[in-house]
Each structure stands twice: as C-alpha cells, then as structure tokens.
C-alpha cells in the first residue's frame, strides 16, 4: 500500500481565484495536524521554466535554494508550510516533452510510437511520484483552468493516478466561482455546476468544492452545490474573500476542509493547532500604526510581479506590529513628474530587482532623494546595482558611471557582467541562480540584523559590482558588508551616517514567511517606523 496521500487541486471558470493560496492553506492546516506535506505545482506552458518570462505576463520569478527558477505559487507555499522545495515542485509542459523527446532520441522507446498516452501522461506520473519521500501528503496544483487544450495531458495523468493508487489515496479539490449578482440579490452556482461538468467530461469527478465568493455560502446554495455536482453537503467549502491571505487556512478549518480530508483519506492525527495564523491575523487587523513604504520599479501595474516582496514587506510589519502601506511607483513617473511629487510624502523607499533600462534614471532619482534625504533605503539586486551606480556619480564624482548592461561604451562600468558570465549565450536557467554563502562585516547593520558572520541567500543576476571600483568606493564612505566567501562578490553594501541604507545582490523576500520574518525586512520597518515617528516632533 502507497503510504503517501495525493491532493489535486485543480481550477474552473477563470484564472487568478487562488489555486495557489488554496493549496498552500490546505498544507498549513495538513501541518496543524502533525502530517508531513510538500506541493508541487504542474504549468501547463511550453516554456522551460518561467525564466525568461516577462513578469506582466506571469508574475513574479521565485527562486528555490537549489536554483531553479519557477511558478510564484511556490513562494505561497513556502511562507504557508514547511516544505523543502527544490526543481522538482515545479514542471512545464516544456520541460515533460523536452525529458520525452531527449528520451525518444537516445532510443528509450524504440519500436514504440511516442504518444501522449501513455509516454507524456507516463512522465508526468513519474515526477508528481517524484516528490514523494518521507511525506505523508502530497498536494499537486495543476495551473490553467479546465477546459484549456493545454491542460488536458496533465488532467488526463491524474486521473490515471486514481486509478493506479485507489481512491482511498487520491482527492480531488476543485476551486470554482460563485458569484453574487447585485442587480438579483443572490449568488448563482451555474459557473460552478459547468466547470465541474468540464471536470466530469476529462473522467474526474471532485471529492471536494472550493467556491470563491465574496460571502459566507448559505446551507441552501451548498445543498443545491453538492446536488448537482455530486458531491457531500460538508466536501462543498466556502473560499471567502479575505482582508489578508492568511486568513485563509482559518476560514478552510471553520468550513471544515481538513476535516473531511482526513477523513476521504483515511488518515489519522493529532488535533489540529491553528493558534499561530490567528496570531497573525490577529496582528494584521488590530495593528495601531502605519508606514508607508515607496517600491520604485517598472512592473507596478502588475502587483503580481512583486509578490513575495509584498508580503515579506507586510511580515516586517507583523514583527514590529505595524501595518506596511505599500505605495507602487513606477520609475519611469519620476522621470517625467519628479521625485518630491512621488515620494515626498513615503516613509521609506524600496527599488526591487529587475531587467532593462526603461526607467533606469528613475530608480537614480529616488535612491539620490533617499541618500540626501535620510530617507530609510533597501535596495534589492537591480536595486542595490543602481544604488551603487547613484553613489559613484553623485558621491565619488565619476561621471558617467553606470552599468555594462545598458551600453558597451561606458567610461565607469562600476556594474559589470560576472566573468563565468562573459562565454554564456543561453538565456533560460543560466544566471547565478540560487542560495549562496555570504560572510557579513561586524559592525554593519547587515551584521546587527542577522546577528551572524555568515549567511545563504538565494541570487537571480548576472551583474556584479565591477571590483575595480571596491577602493573608491570604500574611500567616499560605501561599506561593503557582506562579500562572496572567495572575496570576488560584493553581497551587500551600505552608507555610513545614514539611518538604514542598504542594499543586497541577493532576494531576501524569498525567504521571509508569516511566522518567521526576514531580518532584514524587520529591521528595515523598524527603521522606518522611527523615521516617522521623527517627522512628528
């Protein structure tokens, strides 16, 4: 008997109702209870991975120790569980067809005429198997919706799954709309009732319904739900609407989710212990204070695009009990309206990670206002690069500095390509990519806020600053805090007589959670709170 248990979890009527926070709360509460658990999530695009993709159109890049670069949804189940992800918790149809088809060319199907069934299904079973280990529960989100062409091989897979392990091993977890129709007074369940039909036609049938809705399902519209979708009264599940995304794994538990889980699964546990997410609910809803942080970048329309350093900036705030207002400016504003106009009004200025030049003298702009202005400053990968670039042309007077990304003929390349990147024509998977060794100089505030000599962040970059440059710098007053183990890295930087003015090469945001913030996103809002807090006396 196959000791580990499958949740899948799949999506109808439309994309963004939350498969990702869905299963990642389910994780929490299957933690609650004392059971080991890891995710994993099934893209159903062709590219290889998400690397070389444009943050409108998929979000965020998050980054796994192990370097791989994938679906944001990971980052929601590493601030909700516990789970050690790695390349294997996410895959693309790309990378099944690219193993099939190398597969095929070394000859491992000979005599067979490769098809979708069963040689794409088959890779596809092999790597959800994959994760497996020592876990007790496996939870698999399948992206896209059902209906998509592109979907089907994955659908197809785990139905097959059900049969291969029983039905006492496997669950279905469907995540649908209900509506409320304001014009009719009442919530309709016809987008529900048809998507579970699409899942009905592929030969699955949910053991459990998520409604997405904006209130509290009556026992009626749950009764009419599970009538015609054949489901139990108790497996149909309010999603509600939640002021913060932790409150999910709360409202799923007082629905009753993990109960019947358990229970469709056959598994026994201890109680479970959800005391920490009402903490921190807690903590986001009777907060007394505010601060309001200006992120300066060039993807702001799509939130989506900074989606872990939204929430490690709002788990700054929980450790200092303050509510993190985040003011999203785009870059390329400040070049046209100024920077007084846009951040004038901000507690702290934040310029995340990126790619290209389009609003380059913007991130400038504002990284020079919150130098002069002693506003507190954290600048991330991109971030810290421009912030180098500001300090050699405005503080050690070299004009013309900039970054070899933006131009060839530059005359202070203070950010240069890293030499194992020079001979790299690839563009997908072949950053510096994952968790690194950085050793932190006593008496920085680097040093004062992980209160260790030495760290491992995770890295997504290709430029450097340009060594050449350490001893201007350092003479002008830029501490370099944090250097690469070999001494050829510069990992982080700071600026003395200032309040908090920090940069990292690195992505701290990837591993700040709810229950365990980042040292550097907690000490930087505690910073800021006491910049506030000056501006009132």
């Not at 469709?264 to 479970?272: G, I």
Request: charged content about 25%; some cysteine; overall charge negative.
């Amino acid at each position: 008997m196959n000791k580990t248990k499958y949740i899948f979890v799949t999506g109808g009527v439309m994309s963004s109702l939350g498969k990702g926070l869905a299963a990642a709360s389910i994780g929490a509460l299957l933690e609650s209870r004392g059971l080991r658990v890891t995710l994993q999530k099934l893209d159903p695009y062709i590219n290889i991975d998400p690397g070389t993709m444009n943050p409108y159109q998929h979000g965020e890049v998050y980054v796994t120790d192990d370097g791989a670069e994938t679906d944001l949804d990971l980052g929601h189940y590493q601030r909700f569980t516990h789970a050690n992800l790695t390349q294997k918790n996410n895959f693309t149809t790309g990378k099944v067809y690219d193993s099939v088809i190398t597969k095929e060319r070394e000859g491992k199907y000979l005599g067979q005429t490769v098809q979708v069934i069963p040689h794409i299904t088959d890779e596809i079973k092999s790597r959800i198997l994959d994760v497996a280990d020592d876990n007790d529960v496996v939870i698999v989100e399948i992206g896209g919706t059902v209906g998509d062409i592109e979907s089907l091989p994955f659908l197809e897979a785990v139905r097959q799954m059900r049969a291969d392990l029983g039905r006492g091993n496997t669950l279905f977890v469907h995540l649908t709309y209900v509506p409320y129709v304001a014009p009719a007074g009442e919530l309709k369940t016809k987008p529900t009732q048809h998507s579970v039909k699409e899942l009905l036609q592929i030969g699955i049938q949910p053991d459990v319904i998520l409604c997405r809705t904006d209130r509290f399902l009556s026992r009626e519209i749950k009764e009419k739900i599970a009538l015609f979708c054949n489901v139990k009264i108790e497996a149909v599940i309010t999603a509600k609407d939640v002021e913060t995304i932790y409150e999910v794994p709360i409202i799923f538990h007082q629905e009753g989710l993990d109960e019947i889980i358990i229970e469709s699964l056959n598994m026994w546990t201890k109680r479970p212990d959800i005391s920490q997410w009402k903490a921190i609910v807690d903590k986001f809803t009777n907060v007394q204070s505010d601060v309001t942080i200006g992120v300066v970048g060039k993807y702001v329309s799509l939130k989506d695009a900074y989606k872990s350093l939204h929430e490690a900036l709002a788990h700054g705030g929980i450790a200092n009990d303050s509510k993190v207002i985040i003011k999203y400016v785009d870059s390329e504003d400040i070049e046209s309206n100024g920077v007084e106009t846009l951040l004038g009004d901000v507690h702290g200025i934040l310029v995340p990670g990126g790619f290209g030049k389009r609003g380059f003298e913007g991130k400038i702009k504002a990284i020079g206002f919150a130098r002069e202005r002693k506003v507190p400053f954290f600048g991330i990968c991109l971030g810290m690069q421009m912030a180098v670039v500001e300090f050699a042309r405005n503080v050690c007077g070299l004009q013309g500095a900039h970054s070899s990304e933006f131009g060839s003929d530059i005359p202070h390349p203070v950010v240069d390509l890293m030499e194992g990147q020079k001979t790299i024509r690839d563009k997908g998977g072949t950053m510096r990519l994952g968790a690194y060794t950085c050793l932190l100089k006593k008496g920085t505030l680097a040093h004062s806020a992980y209160k260790s000599d030495e760290i491992s962040e995770r890295h997504r970059h290709r430029y450097e600053v340009n060594n050449r440059y350490h001893e201007t710098f350092e003479k002008h007053g830029l501490v370099l805090s944090g250097i690469s183990p070999d001494g050829k890295l510069v990992e982080m930087i700071e600026i003395k007589n200032h309040p908090w003015f920090v940069g990292c090469q690195f992505h701290p945001e990837f591993k700040s959670t709810p229950l365990n913030p980042h040292p550097l996103f907690r000490d930087f809002i505690k910073v800021v709170m006491e910049y506030k807090s000056s501006l009132s006396v």
